[in-house]
């Protein structure tokens, strides 16, 4: 018998347990063993749910019950998640979350202390929902240099953009929608402002450099600028727009960044629509792989949460992750990274085309029925601090979009 606690009881803990019940037979024979949840702790009463009996309201009565091997942490924000799941992996216990603030504030701490316990600090429900991602990092793809991850880590903002491209919405009617259908919070500012993606990709970076990678380091831009007339130019250059988490190796450098992207039709995420995720990553030996499926969601997060808990199950005395290191990793500053752009300027191309080219090399225009005093234009591949500087001279610019690939 391996006896398990739940610490929260919302939508993600709801869930895990849903799994565990539904699954249980064919779970208890993965691990060769049976699977028991003992407690969950919550501040609240379940009246009429059977879960109630399970129910505690005090975190010692977990912490200082050896027989309870294994902690699940789905209760968010940094504490007292961090205070307790730091106690329970002291205490010899294993943890398994979904919490990426957690993960990317004391990641390398939590995975030293389990290390040093011998015991687990697993999270692959921290990044994408329920795509395996962390895992294949940690045991698939041991064997190559990780060049690049690319992905689209926010299945609220992923809906939003789609609606805004397929059917001409603007932002504040696709966020409202959203919010509506339970998919964007009513303060919408971790996933509209690229909050959450940013520490999904701070993860990632930690555990493909092997040194601590902090979220405030990383060049954040979300999609609250982006109009209904981008997308219509995004049309007309055969493009979508999509929020990009990426991060990306430069010679010795690490460079990550957060922003919205033009993406041509051969983009292997040009297709990723609604709430879905995706993210590619690039191996110098294996190349370029793709992982894609439901990003968030009670169930399909649970799923990875539960699949920690089978890899603790089964390896209750050994450590399994890769850990990085806590000394933190200097990151490429994003002035110093070379992108292509595009730019909406007010103005005609016969009259500003000479002077935006003497700044900006050759440009090519790009003009949209129906959207008159202004234009666009892509630049060649110049740095992000060479765009800044020359865009100075031209008051008239409206917006500016990166382009990927």
Known sequence: MINIAVMGYGTVGSGVVEVINTNGARINQRIGDQLQIKYVLDLRDFPGDPIQEKIVHDFEVIVKDP???????????????????????????SVATSNKALVAKHGAELLSIA????????????????????????????ADEIEEITGILNGTTNYMMTKMFYEGSDYDEVLKEAQDKGYAERNPEADVEGHDACRKIAILSSLISGQQVDFEDIYTEGIT?????????????????????SSRRQGDYLHAMVAPYLLK?????????????????????????????????????????????????????RNIMTMWKSDKLELLPSEDTKKQFFVRISGEPEALKAHLESCFGPIEVVQVEGLKQEFGFLTGVITERAYEENAKQFPGILHRIRVEG
């Open 67 to 93: 027989e309870v091997q294994i902690v699940v942490e789905v209760m968010g924000g940094i504490e007292p998640a961090y205070t307790f799941v730091k106690r329970c992996l002291l205490a010899g216990k």
């Open 115 to 142: 290390r040093e316990q011998n015991i687990n600090f697993l999270f692959e429900a921290s990044v994408g929902g329920g795509i395996p991602i962390i895992r294949p990092l940690n045991s698939s793809m041991t």
């Open 225 to 245: 600028e982006i109009t209904k007339e981008d997308m219509m130019y995004a049309k007309a250059l055969g493009m979508t727009i999509k929020l990009l988490a």
């Open 265 to 317: 039709k051969d983009h292997p995420l040009y297709n990723v629509n609604d709430v879905f995720n995706a993210i590619f990553v690039h191996g110098n030996v294996l190349g370029d792989a793709m992982f894609y499926g439901s990003g968030a969601g009670k169930l399909p997060t649970a799923s990875a949460v539960v699949a920690d808990v089978v890899d603790e199950a089964k390896h209750l005395h």
